[in-house]
């Protein structure tokens, strides 16, 4: 069992940064695969970007590529996602994810522990 409890999301500018922080309970972090979602209102959980569990591999979402990076501390039981450049467009709730899998995980129907998430919103 994995608890995951999401922070960092608030309001922001366009153009200026936010980092999302999502601390994970349990011992056997490492072992998992970490993803960020987002989802807009009236639309569909979309993922952000992911992590492999040693943090050794990363995927992001080519509509945040170079803006948003995804990070893994398994000291500290947590992953991040680092966010510049924001745009209105990326108003939505962040959610972060564990998937019960191995690797980079871009499969959504993988993900089995979810956080609460946390409200991003940029203004123009």
């Known amino acids: 069992q994995v608890q995951l409890v999401e922070s960092g999301g608030g309001l922001v500018q366009a153009g200026g940064s936010l980092r999302l922080s999502c601390a994970a309970s349990?011992?056997?972090?490492?072992?998992?695969?970490m993803g960020w979602f987002h989802q807009a209102p009236g639309k569909e959980r979309e993922l952000v970007a992911a992590?492999?569990?040693?943090?050794?591999?990363?995927y992001t979402a080519d509509s945040v590529k170079g803006r948003f990076t995804i990070s893994k501390d398994n000291a500290k039981n947590t992953v991040y996602l680092q966010m510049n450049s924001l745009k209105p467009e990326d108003t939505a709730v962040y959610y972060c994810a564990a998937a019960n899998s191995i690797g980079i995980v871009t499969t959504p129907s993988l993900y089995r522990y979810w956080g609460q998430g946390t409200q991003v919103t940029v203004s123009s």
């Open positions: 992590i492999s569990g040693n943090g050794g591999g990363t």
């Open positions: 349990g011992r056997t972090f490492s072992r998992y695969p």
